[in-house]
């Protein structure tokens, strides 16, 4: 079992930024890749980014790039999300999630945390 809790959400102005953390505990060698997801209201959950804990395999939704950052403190075992140039549309429930495989679905994650609210205002 591995157990996520996220951290770092809140209300934030377009154009600021916020950093997301992930802590996990558990069996986290079972489960190398680590993810983030997203929900607005709505709306089904998408990919955001993910990494192996290694640092290895990072991809990011497209929306994203150049803006977000995922990254991983392996002595914490914790994983991070720096937005930065954060829009409106980036308002949702971020999800860190892990599993083994290299996926963007969110069937491929076995484990789950249980999300942080971001708000952005225009």
């Known amino acids: 079992q591995v157990q996520l809790v996220e951290s770092g959400g809140g209300l934030v102005q377009a154009g600021g930024s916020l950093r997301l953390s992930c802590a996990a505990s558990g069996r986290t060698f079972s489960s190398d890749v680590v993810a983030w997801f997203r929900q607005a209201p709505g709306k089904e959950r998408e990919f955001v980014a993910r990494?192996?804990?290694?640092?290895?395999?990072?991809y990011y939704l497209d929306s994203v790039k150049g803006r977000f950052t995922i990254s991983t403190d392996n002595a914490k075992n914790t994983v991070y999300l720096q937005m930065n140039s954060l829009k409106p549309e980036d308002t949702a429930v971020y999800y860190c999630?892990?599993?083994?495989?290299?996926?963007?679905?969110?069937?491929?994650?076995?484990?789950w945390g249980q999300g942080t609210q971001v708000t952005v205002s225009s």
């Open positions: 990494i192996r804990w290694s640092g290895d395999s990072l």
């Open positions: 999630a892990a599993g083994v495989r290299t996926s963007t679905s969110t069937r491929s994650y076995d484990y």
